[in-house]
């Protein structure tokens, strides 16, 4: 085996700067007011928070069964779902934690649901890969490579069948982009004209297997030809970025029923799951990743612009970590599913057979 | 009353049933400008129009997909297979999305959804075009599986499945879309799912048959008449929830039974019924239960192998006469 590449310290600090200049400029049109700016630091520092948390109450064995965190991609999720509606929905594939939280669930009941307890959004019943709230039109955690994609395309058909302008966000890591289910969602939303927005969280391994070894033609966006639909490829790690592309995306979906497939270069500085030692992927490798860390990049640009002190993001870190912590003292507390509950929720017309 | 096919009967259904609820779709490959590959949809992209008639891509996974998603909010899809072996390219969305959506999601997610076609053995179609595919769907908790014999049960069940709540794997039979019966005029006339039905009363042994197996075994009960014994036919209509009672009631009646099924033998529904039987019958049986199946075999071309494939009106006889002890 080769020795691992030296980290170019150089290099990475060019590379950095260049992501803040651009981050910078997005920074100087974005509409957004301050507040609304800031809003969005806090939902990235929220989801790096919860999952730093959920990542030690899986060690400490409060959470079982998988758990994926989406550390490092808070980017995209707080970036795309920020240009969508409440009205507008939401799916994802296992790793949601994030786009759940940036959707508007809390930290409550996502933890809860995480710690199987009766007050999780999914009563317990589904964990840490289905979380599901109506209400907030988050509509799953999807724990079959792809399986989501189809179910999105057809909540987004009956979106324009019903004859509103919603649109509906569907996320997956880019190996679900081999699925079948994939191209055969793409097909259908183009030819009938369907409002999903495709979103691939492209963070370059499918669990241990790098794309380049698993994909043909690893140009994700450029696969969008195939099916004659518009697609950008965007920067993952700039939360600016992510939005702007996902409002193009959105005004398109909502005018003219388009659907549009953005891929979204990122990277999780974790495992693919808790169990997940990383041997795959060089320290190198990691580290190039992280000094382009999508939280600290959008801390560096609010505070060049003077939009929040230092003093600020010290609050805002201080009343994340509060809302962390008050989730997993409600989790701890709360009770677990009635042992009743394991027969509800089967059908929702439970038929008792024979004649009446 | 009104004397028509299965396939009108279906039809019958569809429309009725597209034309009550504006939430009701029917997708599927070639259900609207070829009018069904088997007729069963004729004429209703004319009267609803493509957006409520729709024609797919040939994308089974897909579209059964896209199917669970819009009725995750708020649309009731009718699915077509073509035939219910292309389903098994759609099983991921079948049973990992629609049967457990509502129990992962905490009650949040029902899914209203109806997936029908013809499934069973066709007319020399061979292997991958012939099987019976309710044992795989009646597995899974979440999904109901109705299979009809009648155009009566046809219409009334179907009406039933789209209206219900819960993914309903409805099974046709290609080889009796021509056969004709009676079927209620009215517009509300439905059949309640979970319920079985005794096509002929008897007293000397009870026949359990679905499907296919419902015409022959009433054939082959009629010649058993003329040899002096008398069966009853009962249909369980609904394979998941299965009216395991009806099924009962008539063994503790009769104390012998044969159950008949087109499907392979091995995890069948005729053994599920067969091992329910035992459990909750066992001290009325006076003889073993006996199980006619389909052959252990994927299903051959040739008309005379594929003749012995399935069940026949003799085979039955022989096990009627088997399980009273005639021969």
Same mark, same amino acid.
């Given at each position: ?356 | ?26 997708? +599927? ?35 059964? +997909?896209? +199917? ?56 020399? $179609? ?107 036919? $009962? ?81 039955? $006889?022989?096990? $009627? ?7």
């Amino acid at each position: 085996m080769d020795p691992p590449p030296e980290v170019d310290q150089q290099q990475l600090r060019r590379e950095r700067d260049k992501a803040k200049e651009r981050q910078k400029n997005r920074l100087s049109n974005t509409g957004l007011t301050i507040d609304q700016l800031v809003e969005l630091y806090r939902q990235m520092l929220l989801i790096r928070r919860f999952e730093e948390k959920s990542a030690e109450a899986y060690v400490a064995g409060k959470i079982g069964g998988f758990c994926h965190l989406y550390i490092g991609q808070e980017a995209v999720g707080v970036g795309a779902i920020s240009a969508i509606g409440k009205e507008d929905y939401v799916l994802g594939s296992y790793r949601e934690h994030g786009l759940a939280l940036a959707k508007g669930m809390s930290a409550r009941s996502i933890m809860a649901e995480l710690f199987g307890k009766a007050t999780g959004c999914s009563k317990g019943k589904g964990g840490s890969m289905h979380m599901f709230d109506k209400n907030l039109r988050f509509l799953g955690g999807h724990a079959i490579v792809g399986g989501q994609i189809p179910l999105a395309t057809g909540i987004a058909f009956a979106t324009k069948y019903q004859g509103t302008d919603q649109v509906t966000l569907c996320f997956f890591g880019e190996a679900a982009v081999n699925q079948g289910a994939f191209h055969e969602s793409l097909n259908m939303a183009q030819l009938w004209k369907i409002p999903c927005i495709y979103i691939c969280e492209n963070n370059q391994y499918g669990m241990g297997t790098s794309l380049e070894r698993a994909m043909s033609l690893s140009n994700i966006s450029e696969k969008a030809c195939a099916y004659s639909m518009a697609s950008e490829f965007v920067d993952g790690m700039d939360v600016l970025a992510v939005r702007n592309a996902t409002l193009r995306a959105v005004e398109r979906a909502r005018k003219e029923y388009l659907p549009t497939l953005l891929e979204i270069r990122t990277y999780r500085f974790m495992g693919h799951s808790m169990s997940d030692p990383g041997n795959y992927r060089t320290r190198a490798e990691i580290e190039k990743y992280q000094e382009r860390d999508p939280i600290k990049l959008f801390a560096a640009s609010l505070i060049e612009e003077k939009l929040v002190d230092d003093k600020g993001l010290e609050e805002i870190d201080r009343k994340v970590r509060e809302e962390v912590e008050d989730a997993l003292r409600f989790a701890d507390e709360s009770p677990l599913p009635d042992p009743e509950e394991l027969y509800t929720d089967v059908y929702a017309n439970p038929i008792e057979p024979g004649p009446k | 009353m009104s004397t028509i096919t299965i396939r009108e009967a279906l039809n019958q259904a569809l429309r009725e049933e597209l034309a009550r609820d504006e939430t009701v779709f029917l997708m +599927g490959e070639e259900v609207a400008e070829y009018d069904g590959a088997y007729k069963v949809t004729k004429g209703l992209l004319k009267e609803f129009g493509p957006k409520r008639v729709i024609d797919t891509p040939i994308t089974e996974l897909g579209f059964s +997909g896209l +199917g669970v998603g819009a009725a995750m909010v708020g649309l009731r899809p009718v699915v077509e297979f073509m035939t219910f072996n292309f389903s098994i390219l759609a099983t991921d969305q079948i049973i990992n999305s629609a049967a457990k959506m509502l129990y992962m999601s905490g009650g949040q997610f029902n899914i209203p959804i109806v997936f029908r076609g013809p499934g069973g053995s066709a007319f020399q $179609v061979s292997s991958q075009h012939s099987q019976a595919l309710e044992s795989w769907y009646a597995y899974f908790p979440g999904i109901k599986v109705v299979m009809p014999s009648t155009a009566a049960d046809a219409k009334g069940l179907l009406k039933s499945s789209i209206r219900d709540d819960d993914p309903v794997v409805f099974i046709e039979q290609e080889r009796m879309y021509g056969n004709k019966g009676e079927v209620p005029d009215d517009p509300d006339f439905t059949i309640p799912l979970g319920v079985a039905d005794v096509k002929r009363e008897g007293t000397d042994v009870t026949i359990v048959a679905r499907s296919l197996m419902v015409p022959v075994a009433l054939k082959a009960a009629e010649q058993l008449e003329q040899q002096g014994v008398s069966c009853e036919v $009962v249909d369980p209509r609904t394979i998941r929830p299965l009216d395991i009672d009806t099924i009962v009631a008539s063994v503790k009646k009769t104390n012998r039974v044969v159950v008949a099924e087109e499907s392979h033998p091995i995890c069948s529904v005729g053994a599920e019924i067969a091992t329910q039987i035992m459990e909750r019958a066992f001290d009325y049986l006076d003889a073993p239960v006996k199980r006619i199946s389909g052959a252990d075999v994927p299903m051959p071309y040739a008309k005379n192998l594929e003749q012995l494939a399935i069940p026949d009106v003799n085979r039955i $006889v022989a096990a $009627v006469r088997e399980v009273a002890y005639l021969d």
